[in-house]
């Protein structure tokens, strides 16, 4: 069973810098792409952002420019630099992964969420 351990969350000004932290335990598959979703009071959950085994990204648009996705394979471990924070990016995050041996053996895993708050 594959456990994903989240760390980084916490309270920071408008404007201001956080960044996550996702690990990962198991051995990486053939598909194995990692990602952060966030969820916010009276909202659905969204996606943020995806990385790849192979390092190849996707950003929702309201992310753009402010965060970066990266990952360290030798790790296992992912992270999240969020850059001029907002209100709107509070929520909490969550890390998912998404693994398998070919697609129709694709399994989702979900971390435990961490607590991002941007208030003045």
């Known amino acids: 069973q594959v456990q994903l351990v989240e760390s980084g969350g916490g309270s920071v000004q408008p404007g201001g810098s956080l960044r996550l932290s996702c690990t990962a335990s198991?051995?990486?598959?053939?598909?194995?792409?990692m990602g952060w979703y966030r969820h916010s009071p009276g909202k659905q959950r969204e996606l943020v952002a995806v990385?790849?085994?192979?390092?190849?990204?996707k950003y929702a648009d309201f992310v753009k420019g402010r965060f970066t996705i990266s990952k360290d394979n030798v790790k296992n471990t992912m992270y999240l630099q969020m850059n001029s924070l907002n209100i709107e990016d509070t929520a909490v995050y969550y890390c998912?992964?998404?693994?398998?041996?070919?697609?129709?053996?694709?399994?989702?895993?979900w971390g435990q969420g961490t607590q991002v708050t941007v208030s003045p």
């Open positions: 990385i790849g085994l192979g390092g190849t990204t």
């Open positions: 198991g051995n990486s598959a053939r598909i194995d792409i």
């Open positions: 998912n992964l998404k693994r398998g041996a070919s697609i129709a053996s694709i399994r989702e895993f």
